[in-house]
């Protein structure tokens, strides 16, 4: 098992290009995250999708859309990126099944910077 | 006020202490808890639930307080792979819509 897999890995965009981060899992999880951290930061959480083909924001959705393809991939899109967007994106998943101590899984993150 | 707050440190300590860490979390609808165990530019990894009996995983202890919105790790021995960031995590919601809130994390060098 790969786990929870991100690419690119690093990124450096100009502001107002835009970009998508690709997230992928293989453990069959029905839910998928994306969190963002900032140096000193705890993780943040921008947007989630309990199940495919639905979406919920989370507590910085302002700036990103993203699209839950299927069970396993869940993307990010920075439409017009801004120098606030510089950070470092985790996607993670987790299981519905087992209750509320259920383990989410993190990617190793895409380290994104805006000129 | 931060939802979860944590002492960012950093706690120094020389091998073979004991150290310990606390958090709080302000929203007392929090289900679940757990702390996170993250080293310089990696990602988040789950290091142990914490249980409303308390827990205690080989070196590590985990103790939650209810009451008192309350959330604390012992680590005993401490070891020079110790050293890292832990984050205090709580849990809201039910079933899929549950999502994790992170403290700051709280910085541990272990010294030789």
């Known amino acids: 098992n790969a786990g929870v897999t991100q690419t690119p890995k690093f990124q450096v965009l100009k502001t107002g290009q835009s970009m998508t981060l690709q997230c992928a899992q293989d453990?069959?999880?029905?839910?998928m995250y994306w969190y963002r951290q900032d140096p000193g930061m705890g993780l943040r959480l921008i947007y989630y999708?309990?199940?495919?083909?639905?979406?919920d924001k989370g507590e910085v959705p302002n700036g990103y859309n993203v699209s839950r393809l299927n069970k396993r991939e869940f993307s990010l899109r920075l439409e017009s990126a801004a120098p606030s967007q510089t950070s470092v994106y985790f996607c993670?998943?987790?299981?519905?099944?087992?209750?509320?101590?259920?383990?989410?899984?993190f990617g190793p993150g895409t380290r994104l910077t805006v000129l | 006020r931060k939802e979860v707050e944590q002492d960012p440190g950093p706690f120094n300590v020389p091998e073979g202490a004991t150290v310990a860490f606390n958090c709080t979390y302000s929203?007392?609808?929090?289900?679940?808890f757990f702390w996170y165990r993250q080293d310089c530019r990696k990602e988040p990894k789950l290091l142990m639930s914490?249980?409303?009996s308390g827990n205690e995983d080989g070196r590590f202890t985990a103790q939650l307080n209810r009451a008192s919105q309350y959330i604390s790790l012992l680590i005993r021995d401490s070891k020079l792979s110790d050293s890292a960031t832990y984050l205090c995590?709580?849990?809201?919601?039910?079933?899929?819509?549950?999502?994790?809130?992170f403290g700051s994390g709280t910085r541990l060098q272990v010294q030789p």
């Open positions: 993670a998943s987790r299981s519905h099944s087992g209750g509320p101590y259920n383990e989410q899984f």
């Open positions: 453990m069959n999880h029905n839910s």
């Open positions: 999708s309990a199940s495919e083909g639905t979406t």
């Open positions: 929203n007392s609808a929090s289900q679940s």
């Open positions: 914490v249980y409303s």
């Open positions: 995590v709580v849990n809201r919601g039910t079933g899929g819509r549950r999502a994790l809130t």
